[in-house]
């Protein structure tokens, strides 16, 4: 039989019994659609997971720790001595396949305030390697990345970070001056720090109990993008200043590059180096740590979440066709007469399987195509109605209302094509019983039935 003569009696069996084939069909739309539902729902959450790492740290980066540094009480003291981050190490990581660039990271030690005309903030400050800093590859919203004796470069959230220390009020975040409804004088707008001179004011107590104060001078070469991430709110300054500040605190010479440094921060050239970079320090007695690693896990955890959503779905999937198997069942004690009919002028019985065949899997694709149409719409409507709650709790929970956009679902491009091909591929398997069952008739008998 041509192809076209067998779609064409195909068709014409399928109109002559629409409303059976309707409500055959509904069960695989209904399936169908819960399977979209469900896998784009927890691709949604992946996504979200995702974007939230993405602001926690770089792929790129991976953070270096001393055994030393997270010690227990009792550790043996060898284990701190056999994973030093001293200079040695640092320029073995820098040899290392895909590194771009090494630097410690020196915190500060002690308690400091930056002040900006009459406002004041107390970021975290931090010091890098100055030589490195080109190559940590910095966003910068302005300035350069350069970092000289008393530099410093502004994490993107830094500027925001500043209060009247007079009135406690923080600065507008909408960068203009607002006034309080309770007749408050306005807040004060966000400064531009951009090549302004700061003073970083330190406080410790001295030999005699009273506090001492030192006051540096920092001008700012740069201000880093916003990302949200761990260095949103960090002031960088140079290694060799941030180490002359600690000794001031603690009243020692102690060198970290001979001694060793608590962590360091090392920048690979791609995401997929990561990895392999973090398992070779972990390997030579350090602890390594990178967002890539977490979102591997991540990652591997959603792929179980979709593969588990998509098995319920796959379950009414499984209820529509033995729905398919039994209308198609069906067709035949109704059509036997029919199917002796064909066989008698010359149908063979792979032409009569094929019509069984082809009837089954197009009862599937109809229900595949409405169920692509209703899951996807489906996925639209709950991701609006569940997206604007819970952005509206994001909102009375103090978050930006710019940024508290949420969506749970995200509807990959290649989940209606498998799902169609899916309930395509059901609907045939559940017509191959009734088919051979077809295909069995014998033509005579079949001819004499009423």
Do not use: C
């Not at 502004?154 to 600065?171: H, I, K």
């Not at 690693?293 to 499984?318: D, E, H, K, P, S």
Request: glycine fraction near 12%; proline fraction near 4%.
């Amino acid at each position: 039989m041509a192809l076209r003569d067998l779609l064409g009696l195909v068709w014409s069996n399928m109109i002559r019994r629409k409303a059976r084939v309707a409500m055959t069909a509904i069960g695989v739309v209904i399936g169908t659609a819960a399977v979209i539902v469900l896998v784009s729902l927890g691709a949604g959450l992946q996504r979200t997971t995702q974007e939230d790492l993405g602001s926690i740290g770089e792929l790129t980066e991976i953070r270096v720790y001393a055994l030393a540094s997270i010690s227990a009480p009792g550790m043996p003291a060898s284990a701190g001595e056999a994973s030093k981050l001293d200079a040695s190490t640092l320029e073995e990581f820098r040899a290392l396949p895909g590194v771009a660039a090494v630097t410690p990271l020196e915190s500060l030690r002690g308690t400091g305030a930056v002040r900006f005309n009459r406002l004041e903030a107390r970021p975290q400050i931090v010091g890098v390697d100055a030589s490195q800093v080109s190559k940590l590859g910095f966003e910068l919203e302005s300035g350069v990345a350069r970092l000289g004796q008393w530099q410093a470069l502004a994490g993107g959230g830094v500027p925001d970070r500043f209060y009247n220390p007079q009135t406690g009020q923080a600065v507008a975040r909408s960068g203009r001056p607002t006034a309080s409804s309770s007749g408050a004088s306005p807040a004060e707008a966000v400064p531009d720090l951009q090549g302004q001179v700061l003073r970083l004011v330190l406080t410790k107590q001295g030999s005699d109990g009273r506090p001492v104060e030192r006051t540096a001078r920092l001008r700012v070469t740069g201000i880093l993008e916003e990302s949200g991430g761990q260095g949103s709110d960090t002031l960088y300054l140079a290694l060799d200043d941030v180490l002359d500040l600690n000794r001031w605190f603690a009243e020692s010479r102690y060198d970290p590059a001979r001694d060793g440094y608590t962590q360091a921060l090392v920048k690979v050239d791609s995401p997929d180096r990561a990895r392999q970079v973090e398992q070779e320090i972990n390997g030579r007695g350090f602890i390594a740590w990178s967002a890539g690693t977490m979102l591997q896990t991540v990652n591997t955890y959603f792929l179980i979440i979709q593969a588990v959503f998509g098995g319920i779905g796959a379950i009414a999937l499984l209820v529509a066709a033995f729905g398919i198997a039994n209308t198609m069942l069906m067709a035949i004690y109704e059509r036997t007469r029919e199917i002796g009919l064909m066989k008698a002028v010359g149908a063979t019985n792979r032409d009569v399987m094929s019509v069984f065949l082809m009837e089954a899997g197009g009862i599937g694709l109809l229900g595949g195509i409405g169920g692509i149409l209703l899951g996807v719409g489906g996925g639209a409507l709950l991701d609006l109605v569940a997206g604007t709650y819970l952005s509206a709790q994001a909102v009375q929970s103090g978050a930006n209302a710019a940024d508290a956009t949420i969506s749970i679902i995200h509807t990959p491009a290649w989940l209606p094509i498998f799902a169609l091909v899916f309930s395509t591929l059901v609907g045939v398997i559940s017509g191959v019983y009734p088919a051979v069952q077809a295909a069995s008739l014998d033509p005579i008998a079949a001819l004499k039935y009423e």
